[in-house]
C-alpha cells in the first residue's frame, strides 16, 4: 500500500515541533538544547583548550573533537551504556558537519571538545544533535562562519518527507537520508542514505531540506537571542 | 555605498549578514564574503563610523599582548615561573621580567611559589602558544589573602565601567580592594566577609545581566542595601 | 588561594554562599522527563543537575535468588557535565556513585523483589537504574541518590505479553514498582575541620573527608567513607545526626 498520508497526520513538508534552547548546562563554555518532536538532544561545548595528548597539537589549526551518546533509557529497549560502533560513526559525521563552519585556524594547537546526548529518541537524533552543537559552539563565542542546520528527509513510493519519526522508520520501502545544511549559502555539510532512491529523489529530498532549513535556523536564532533577554 | 543590515547593539549570530556593500570594513568578530560583511560570533553589533565589529558575549579568554591578568602558579621551571592564567596555554614568567631583582642561583619559590596568585601583565602572545608575562608594571604584585572570582572575560568590560566607574562604585559601596584581570578573575578582599560577599553578588549579578540597559541603576540599589 | 578564603570563613562557621554549614541548596525534583523510560526523574541541588531513568525487561533469575527480581544500577560521571570528566569507560568515582546508591536501595529491602517475580527459576522483572550527571557542581552522590528514589516511585511496569514472552515498550501498565520505602542518602563533608552538608564544587576540592549516610525510616542501611583524611567518632556521630534531620526533609519532596 503506497504510503499517502503521514502516520501522525502531518503533511510531507512539515517538521514535528521544533524549539532551541541555549545555556543549559553551566559548566561547560557553550551548551544548547535541541528538539524534533520527542527527540531530545543536550551538547556540551568546552573548548578552546590545551590538548593532550602533546604530539596530536597542531600549530595551524585547532581541533575540533565530537562525541555523541544515547543514554540508556532514551529508547524503547534499553541501550546498554557505553559507547558503540554507531554512536563512534555518528560522533566522527557531527563533527564533519560542523568542521566547515568553525575557524580552526584561529585556534592553533587547542581542541575543541562536543558532547552530545540525545536525553530522549523518537529518530533524528544525530540531526537534532548537530542542531544542538552548532548552537552550543556559537554559545560558547567560537569563531563560526555560520550556524549549521540538520533534519532528516525521507523517501518512500517516489514521495519525500521531511523529519521522520521512528515509526516512519519502520515504514516499508522508507529511505531515511540524514542531511546538515548552512543556512547563509545553502550548502551541504552532512550527507548520508540509507535505502533506494533515484537521483530525482534525491534533489527533491536535498531542496526540500533546504527549505525547511530556514525554520530550524530562526528556532536557533530565537534560542541565542532569548539568552539575552 | 552600502547598506547597514543591523542596529548598534543589536545581538547577531554567526553568519548573519550586518552590512553590504565596499563602505563599511570588517572589524573584530567580522568577516567579509563578496559584497556582504557577516557575523562570525554571537556578538553585540558596534558600528564605529564605517568599521562594523562585534562585542562578544561568551568565550573562554583568548591571551592579549596588553592585558593585565591574574593568574596561579603551576609550576617552576629553571629560569621562572610558569603560570594558569585560564588561556589555551599557561603563561611563562622569566626571571628577567620580574620587578625584583632576582639572581641566578635564587631559591624561585622565595619570590612565587606554588599556588600564589598574581597579578601580571601579558608581554607578548606567539602563535596563542607561548605567552610571555612581567610584573614590570605598575598593577602588577602578588594578591594576598582574600577570595578569586571568575567571571567570563567578555563581561569584564562592564564590570570595570567607563573609566573604571562601576567598579571604583563597588569599591566604595563594600570597602574591598578589588582587582579586576582581564581574563575574568576577579580578586576581592575586605575586612568583612558580608561586604565580600556582597561584592561577589554584586560582581555574578554585573556578569548575569551584562547585555541589559540601565545596568549602572540597577546595581547602585543592589549596593544600597 | 580560595581554600584559604573557604577555610578562613569556616572557621567562623560562614560559608560563600552565605548559607548555615548543614544546609543544602535549593532543590528541585521533576517527575517523567525522559518519555521512553519506564520511570525517570530529574533533580537539581543548587547547580547540580542529574537525571536518572528507569528501564524494565524480563529476563532470567540470579541463581542464589530464583524467585527475586533483578536490579541493576548504572551511573556515568558524563564529560558533558564538568571538564573533570573524560570521556570513557565508567571511572573508579562513578562506578563508587552506582554501588553506593545501589546498597541504599538494596539493603534497605525498599523494593520488594519477590513481587517482579514472574515465573520462578526463569523469568523475573530486571530492573535498570541509570543514572546521568548533566552538571557537575558538587554533592553528587545526594542528588543522583534522589533522582533514582523519585524514578522508582513514579515508574510503572511496561505491559508484558506472556504469551510470546515480549516486553511491550511503550505500553505502559497502571502497576508501579513495589517500591514500600524510601532511602535517602545523605553525604557530610569534614571541610576546614568543620562539618558541612551539600558542598558545592569549590568547597568540594577542599574536602578532608565525607560519609555518606543512607537512611530509610526504619534506620541506617548504607555507609560509605570517602576522602584521604580521617574521622573521629564523635565527628562520624555528629554528620549521622544531621543525616538523620535531611533525609526526612528529602524525602518529604519525593512523596
Known amino acids: ?229 | 555605498m552600502g547598506e547597514l543590515k543591523v542596529k548598534e547593539k543589536e545581538i547577531v549570530v554567526p553568519g548573519e549578514v550586518l552590512a553590504n556593500g565596499m563602505d563599511f570594513l570588517p572589524g573584530e568578530g567580522v568577516y567579509r564574503e563578496k559584497d556582504d560583511l557577516i557575523a562570525s560570533k554571537l556578538g553585540l553589533v558596534n558600528v564605529n563610523s564605517r568599521l562594523v565589529k562585534l562585542i562578544p558575549l561568551s568565550g573562554r579568554y583568548i591571551a592579549k599582548a596588553g592585558d593585565t591578568v591574574i593568574g596561579t602558579v603551576v609550576d617552576i621551571t629553571f629560569g621562572g615561573w610558569l603560570m594558569d592564567i585560564g588561556a589555551v596555554n599557561n603563561a611563562n614568567l622569566s626571571i628577567k621580567d620580574t620587578s625584583e631583582y632576582i639572581g641566578r642561583d635564587a631559591d624561585l619559590t622565595q619570590y612565587y611559589n606554588f599556588g600564589d596568585v598574581v597579578c601580571v601583565k601579558i608581554n607578548k602572545v606567539i602563535r596563542s602558544k607561548m605567552i610571555d608575562i612581567t610584573t614590570k608594571d605598575q598593577e602588577c604584585r602578588k594578591l594576598k589573602g582574600g577570595m578569586l572570582i571568575k567571571i567570563n572575560p567578555s563581561k569584564v568590560p562592564r564590570v570595570i565601567g567607563k573609566g573604571g566607574s562601576m567598579v571604583s562604585m563597588i569599591k566604595e559601596s563594600t570597602g574591598c580592594r578589588i582587582t579586576v584581570g582581564q581574563n575574568g578573575v576577579v580578586w576581592v578582599s575586605g575586612t568583612d566577609s558580608k561586604k565580600e560577599k556582597l561584592a561577589r553578588d554584586v560582581i555574578k549579578k554585573i556578569e548575569k545581566e551584562a547585555h541589559k540597559e540601565g545596568l549602572t541603576d540597577k546595581i547602585k540599589e543592589f549596593l544600597k542595601k | 588561594m580560595n581554600k584559604e578564603y573557604i577555610v578562613g570563613l569556616l572557621e567562623k562557621s560562614e560559608r560563600i554562599d552565605g548559607r548555615k554549614l548543614d544546609a543544602y541548596r535549593k532543590i528541585t525534583v521533576e517527575n517523567g522527563v525522559s518519555k521512553n523510560a519506564e520511570g525517570s526523574a530529574r533533580v537539581k541541588i543548587g547547580d547540580t543537575e542529574v537525571i536518572a531513568g528507569v528501564k524494565m525487561d524480563v529476563g532470567e533469575p540470579y541463581f542464589d535468588s530464583q524467585d527475586k527480581g533483578v536490579l541493576i544500577m548504572g551511573a556515568e560521571l558524563s564529560p558533558l557535565s564538568s571538564e573533570d570528566f573524560e570521556p570513557g569507560p565508567p571511572s573508579t568515582q562513578a562506578v563508587e556513585l552506582a554501588r553506593v546508591v545501589d546498597r541504599g536501595i538494596r539493603e534497605s529491602n525498599s523494593i520488594d523483589m519477590k513481587k517482579l517475580c514472574i515465573k520462578k527459576k526463569e523469568k523475573v522483572w530486571m530492573v535498570f537504574i541509570d543514572i546521568y550527571i548533566v552538571n557537575a557542581d558538587g554533592n553528587l552522590l545526594d542528588a543522583a541518590a534522589l533522582a533514582s528514589i523519585a524514578a522508582l516511585k513514579n515508574a510503572k511496569f511496561p505491559e508484558y505479553d506472556e504469551k510470546n514472552e515480549r516486553v511491550k515498550y511503550g505500553e505502559l501498565s497502571k502497576k508501579s514498582i513495589p517500591l514500600d520505602k524510601l532511602p535517602i542518602a545523605c553525604t557530610l563533608y569534614k571541610v576546614g575541620g568543620k562539618i558541612l552538608a551539600d558542598v558545592s564544587n569549590e568547597e568540594e576540592k577542599i574536602v578532608e573527608a565525607r560519609l555518606t549516610v543512607t537512611m530509610t525510616e526504619e534506620g541506617i542501611h548504607g555507609m560509605q567513607k570517602g576522602g584521604d583524611k580521617t574521622l573521629s567518632i564523635k565527628e562520624i556521630d555528629e554528620m549521622v545526626k544531621i543525616a538523620e534531620v535531611r533525609t526526612k526533609e528529602l524525602r518529604a519532596l519525593i512523596k
Open chain 1, 1 to 229: 500500500m503506497a504510503y499517502t498520508k503521514r502516520l501522525d497526520g502531518r503533511k510531507f513538508d512539515e517538521m514535528r515541533e521544533i524549539e532551541g534552547k541555549v545555556g543549559v548546562v553551566k559548566n561547560a563554555d557553550g551548551s544548547a538544547m535541541f528538539k524534533f518532536g520527542d527527540t531530545i538532544a543536550i551538547a556540551a561545548v568546552y573548548g578552546p583548550k590545551d590538548l593532550y595528548p602533546r604530539f596530536m597539537q597542531n600549530p595551524k589549526k585547532g581541533k575540533l573533537r565530537c562525541y555523541y551518546d544515547m543514554i540508556s533509557f532514551s529508547v524503547n529497549e534499553r541501550k546498554r551504556p557505553g559507547p558503540d560502533r554507531r554512536s563512534n560513526e555518528i560522533g566522527l559525521v557531527t563533527e564533519k558537519s560542523l568542521t566547515p563552519v568553525l575557524s580552526l585556524e584561529n585556534y592553533p594547537n587547542a581542541v575543541i571538545d562536543v558532547f552530545v546526548q540525545i536525553v530522549q529518541a523518537n529518530a533524528g537524533t544525530r540531526c537534532a544533535g548537530i542542531c544542538a552543537a552548532s548552537l552550543a559552539l556559537a554559545d560558547a563565542g567560537l569563531d563560526m562562519k555560520d550556524l549549521v542546520c540538520a533534519v532528516s528527509a525521507g523517501v518512500v513510493d517516489g514521495k519525500v518527507l521531511i523529519d521522520i519519526d521512528k515509526y516512519e522508520e519502520d515504514v516499508e520501502g522508507m529511505t531515511d537520508i540524514p542531511v546538515a545544511i548552512l543556512p547563509r549559502t545553502g550548502e551541504v555539510s552532512l550527507l548520508q542514505l540509507d535505502g533506494k532512491v533515484n537521483r530525482e529523489e534525491l534533489k527533491e529530498a536535498l531542496e526540500l531540506v533546504k527549505k525547511v532549513s530556514k525554520k530550524i535556523h530562526n528556532a536557533q536564532k530565537k534560542a541565542l537571542q532569548e539568552k539575552f533577554k
